[in-house]
């Protein structure tokens, strides 16, 4: 079958450097040509990695709080176009980030594709495994950091007028916050923690999945989904317990095992619904003693989620 690729090399949602390595950390491992060559995937769009902290706005002052409000903008701009022109092609679209922020571009990307692709009849899912909501506005955030407010602009919880900041996102490129479920979850900001609350958005925390297994909350976050609903994966390297994956940003102890990552990546698969995936927040210039232990996890949940079985 066929996967667009898009890599990107950006780290502007965030203030550490290094996270824009990851894309060439990761291909550098071997996931694409184990894609290919492994999984029998043909890849489509550009299977370079392109620098995209270089697109960069001459003057780009904070707004709202928001750190590199405009370069965000821009860089989430070109994305949802990119991701666009491979789904609207029927492929399956893998994005290799970059912080977390780039999702808002690859979301709009398949919300608006698949609307057209069912002539508004059906609208996308969206399943975020993080360690965290990822879902301030420029006003609840306390760190200013767009990549922890990606969730608020994709449903237009957080939006704004400006064209250059975020303001070219239309209606069809937005999803509904009933399509939105969360896994991991377990450093969510008080505000964050009101904005879930008020929208009644479905959210499983590492409590529920000590409580229930990962097999019932997987089991319980598809059904909220339910059966004819095209799923946009959004997995947060983070997610994962710093023991997996300790080269990242904002890492936060008593997280998933990998096996537990790679579960809801197999159990998405399976379920043939799954029409894009992002892979974020690999920084390999951080505990880069940690570093290829977290690029292999990275590798893990790509192949997993794209149909890797073990037996
Ligand atoms: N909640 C914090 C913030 O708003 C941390 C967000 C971390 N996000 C991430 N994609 N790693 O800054
Ligand atoms: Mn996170
Ligand atoms: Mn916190
Ligand atoms: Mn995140």
Redesign the pocket.
Known sequence: SDLGVVLVGFSG??CKEGVDAAPTALVGAGLLNQIQDELGYTLHGDTEVRNYNEIRPSSDEPYRGMKNPRSVSAVTEKLATQVYEQARHGRMVLTLGG??SVAIGTIAGTAKAIRERYNGRKEIAVIWV?????I?TPET???G?I???PVAFATGLAHSDDKDIFGWLQEDQKLSTTKLVYIGLR?V?RG?KKILRDHRIKAFSMHDIDRHGIGRVVEMALAHIGSDTPIHLSF?V?ALDPMWAPS???PVRGGLTLREGDYIAECVHETGQLVAMDL??VNPSLDVAGASETVRAGVSLVRCALGDTLL
Request: aromatic share 0%; charged share 35%; no cysteine.
């Open positions: 949602g965030q912080d977390h993080d360690a965290h909501a990822d301030n955030s306390e760190s950091n990549h922890g407010m450093d900001d964050e947060d983070d990242t940003g904002t974020v927040e």
